[in-house]
């Protein structure tokens, strides 16, 4: 019985591994400007919907989460890729960019479709700073959102979560235009 859990699951993040791409020719659904109001509800732009033409693939070697609440991610070239399991939030460690950040996601979510955001976050060592919150839908259509002139000596992070705090999503994501990942310091 574990065993095909396990082969579900797998097969689960291939499906959505290989949804995951976008294309400059995504139109965006809406757009909303000015001041956030908090960040988590923030929603400055819509996330586009992707073509398949074009395709990001995963790194190979990621595995897929084992455990509901769960994050695997892993850094290949210039993409970092993921797969999350049944998660209200979660984020990335802490990147470097080459300027600009592709971030693309499929998701689906428990129990219907809803709404989720990823957020943007610059990373310093005394305070974090809000850049944008780009929303999409848990409909397992891969969206995606591109965000230029970022500092290349910054540091990065990308949160993505339900805007309903009693909502879960699965899925998938590749953020591209990572130069390095920062080290993590170990937990104690």
Known sequence: MERSKKIVCAAAVLLCAALAGCSASGTPQASHSGQPKTARYAQERYAQECSQAQRIALPVLLRAPQRDGTLMML??????GGAFTTVSVCSTRSLVTDGTLTVQVCAQSQPEVQQASFA??????????????VSFRCDGITRGYSFAQL???????????CADSRGRMSGTFAVQGVTQQAEEPPQA
């Not at 610059?122 to 850049?131: F, M, Q, R």
């Not at 500092?151 to 990308?158: E, I, K, L, W």
């Open 120 to 133: 943007l976050w610059k990373i310093s060592d005394d305070a974090s700073e809000y850049v944008q919150s």
């Open 151 to 161: 500092d290349r000596s910054a540091q990065y992070r990308v949160v993505f979560s």
């Open 75 to 80: 850094l290949s070239g210039d993409v970092l």
